[in-house]
């Protein structure tokens, strides 16, 4: 391996975090790296006084001009779209900076903003470029970077429902899971918060519902009358999905739903489920 290629490994992880984050998609960032990369072999050496900022540069730039696309592809999706799970298990450097932002739901939320403000949001909180660096990334004037920040900073803030910490998520995992295998609404609705909401990405692939299911009772009632079909036929196994425990559900050994759960103290917060067949490959 020459020493190029050294340096692109060794900020690989951080190069698809990057792009991860504000693409939602993990096909997608992997493409902008490898973009990223053919740039980097055919650059100049004395032009490159600062491997780090050039590539951070480039990623971001090439995210940013995907993105555009990315959401035409959004606009025509069947059902609820969720962002791309990633197994952070394999990789666990990819959640090495602020590991929260790298969580399935506030990349979810993440993506209701314009692809600048993820971009800034996700180079200042995440990575923590100082504002003058990334107005120069953005090709924006400081104060308009600043106000981005702030902006996004209080939409993450405002709509991030993990505030457990991950042992207490895997707990509260675990219980939901024997619960549900039993049919048990009772202890379904014992580690769920009053206002907890069930929702499914399906792609069309599979039959999903559509709708989110909210509420512990109605989440609980939901959980348990497809848990008799569906619990029988299939395995469960806890997997880390972008920093935070999870369950993949299994039939014959694939891969059918992948569970991403959030929580406070209090119980689940939110269900996320991932059926979608393409988001899965991670998880086979």
Known sequence: MSDRDGVFEALRPRLFGVAYRVLASAPDAEDVVQD????????????????????????????????????????????????????????PALGAERAEALELAVVHVLQRLSPEARAAYVLREDFEHPYPRIAEILQMREPAVRKLVSRARTQVAGER????????????LDAFLAAAHAGDVAGLEAVLVADVVSETDGGGARRAGRRPVVGDNAVARFVAGFSVRFM?????????????????????????????????????????????????????
């Not at 055919?42 to 900022?53: F, I, K, W």
């Not at 951070?56 to 993105?67: E, G, H, Q, Y």
Request: net charge negative; hydrophobic share 45%.
């Open 161 to 172: 429902r993990t505030t457990a910490t991950r042992e207490r998520v895997r707990v509260l």
């Open 232 to 284: 029988s036929d299939a395995s469960a196994r806890i997997v880390e999905v972008n920093g935070l425990p999870g369950a993949v559900f299994s039939v014959d050994g694939a891969p059918v739903a992948l569970l991403c759960p959030t929580a406070s103290d209090a119980g689940l917060t939110r269900l996320m489920w991932v059926m979608n067949p393409e988001k899965l490959a991670d998880f086979a």
């Open 36 to 91: 990223a990369w053919l740039r980097w072999r055919g650059a100049d050496d004395g032009s490159v006084r600062d491997p780090e900022a050039f590539l951070v540069v480039t990623v971001t730039r090439l995210a940013l001009n995907l993105a555009q696309s990315a959401r035409a592809r959004r606009e025509q999706y069947v059902g609820e779209w969720f962002p791309t799970p990633v197994d952070t298990a394999e990789d």
